[in-house]
C-alpha cells in the first residue's frame, strides 16, 4: 500500500511524525510520504521511524500557492530538504505564516476568541500555525460547534476571521520542488470548491507551468471526481498520484493509507511505481 500525502504536528496533523509513520505500518502502507504545510521539519524524526518500523518514507511538503487570486496546494515528492532554493521559499512561506496569524487572532479577537495568538502557537507546538489551529480554539471556546463550523462562520474568505494571503506563486512553488529533485503534485483537484471550468483551468495552468502529477485519489473523492481527474490528466500528458489527506485518527473515515489504487488508464506518477 502507497499513500502520498499525509500530516503531522509539524502543521495540523495531530499525530507526531513518529505515531504516523507507525500507524502508516501498522496497517500495511509500505511506502508513506510526509507532506506537511509549508514544512520539512517533520522528516527527519519520520525517516528515523521509518528504518524502525521497515516501511519507506518519502521527503515531501505541501506548499501553498496564490492562482488568480485563489489559493491552490500543491504536493511536492522526493525532495532534497538541504536544498538551499527550497529551504528558503518554505522560509518565507513560514513567515507568511506567522504575520497571518497576527491577523487572524487579532481578528478573532473581535468576535470573542481570547489570546488566539499565544494559543494557536501553543498548539502548533513548534510546527506550522494554520487556520486548522484557529478553528480548534473556536471549538475549544464553543465559538462554533466543530472544526468544519468554525471554518464555515469564521475562518473562510469573506467570514471575520480570514485575512488574504499571498503565497508563492505557481512557477516558483515548481521552481523549488524541482531544485530540490522532487517532483510536483497538484494536490486534491475537486478540493477548492471551483467549477468544473476552473478545475480544467487549474489544471492547464499547472501543467503549462511544468506540474508533473495530479492527486486523483484521496481520501474523500469520489470514483466519478477520480475518473475526471483521470481524463484532466490524460488531456494535459500529467501523471496521477493518490493519498489520503490524513490529518487525525478522529477522522475515522478517512486513515492513513485508505485510499483507492490509480485507474489504469493514467500514466502512475514517478513514486507510485
Ligand atoms: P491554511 O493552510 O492555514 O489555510 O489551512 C488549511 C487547512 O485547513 C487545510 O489543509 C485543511 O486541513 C483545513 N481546512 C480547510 N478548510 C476546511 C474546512 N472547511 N473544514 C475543516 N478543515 C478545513
Ligand atoms: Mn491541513
Ligand atoms: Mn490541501
Ligand atoms: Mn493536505
Given amino acids: 500500500m502507497i499513500d502520498l500525502h499525509t500530516h503531522s504536528t509539524a502543521s495540523d496533523g495531530q499525530l507526531s511524525p513518529s505515531a504516523l509513520v507507525e500507524r502508516a505500518a501498522s496497517r500495511g502502507v509500505q511506502r508513506l510520504a510526509l507532506t506537511d504545510h509549508d514544512t520539512t521539519a517533520g522528516i527527519t524524526e519520520a525517516r528515523r521511524a521509518a528504518a524502525a518500523y521497515g516501511i ?12 488568480e487570486r485563489r489559493t491552490l496546494h500543491v504536493v511536492g515528492l522526493g525532495l532534497d530538504i538541504e536544498q538551499p532554493t527550497l529551504l528558503a521559499g518554505l522560509g518565507r512561506q ?3 505564516r506567522e504575520t497571518r496569524a497576527v491577523s487572524i487572532s487579532e481578528r478573532l479577537s473581535r468576535i470573542g476568541l481570547e489570546d488566539g495568538l499565544a494559543r494557536a502557537r501553543s498548539r502548533a507546538d513548534g510546527g506550522q500555525i494554520t487556520r486548522s489551529h484557529f478553528a480548534d480554539l473556536l471549538v475549544a471556546d464553543s465559538l462554533a460547534r466543530n472544526r468544519q463550523d468554525a471554518f464555515k462562520r469564521y475562518l473562510r474568505p469573506g467570514r471575520p476571521g480570514y485575512r488574504r494571503t499571498v503565497w508563492a506563486g505557481l ?6 520542488i524541482h531544485a530540490a529533485g522532487g517532483s510536483a503534485v497538484l494536490a486534491h483537484p475537486f478540493g477548492y470548491g471551483f467549477s468544473g471550468a476552473w478545475r480544467r483551468r487549474m489544471v492547464a495552468a499547472f501543467a503549462d507551468a511544468g506540474g508533473d502529477a495530479i492527486e486523483i485519489c484521496t481520501g474523500v473523492s469520489s470514483v466519478e471526481q477520480e475518473s475526471q481527474s483521470a481524463r484532466d490528466a490524460r488531456r494535459h500528458t500529467l501523471a496521477g ?33
Fill in 94 to 96: 513560514q513567515a507568511e
Fill in 171 to 176: 512557477a516558483e512553488v515548481l521552481d523549488w
Fill in 56 to 67: 519507506e518514507l518519502l521527503a515531501g511538503a505541501e506548499i501553498s500557492v496564490s492562482w
Fill in 241 to 273: 498520484s493518490i493519498g489520503s489527506d490524513f490529518h487525525s485518527p478522529e477522522q475515522f473515515w478517512l486513515d492513513v493509507g485508505r485510499v483507492r489504487a490509480l485507474p489504469p488508464n493514467v500514466p502512475p506518477a514517478k513514486h507510485l511505481i
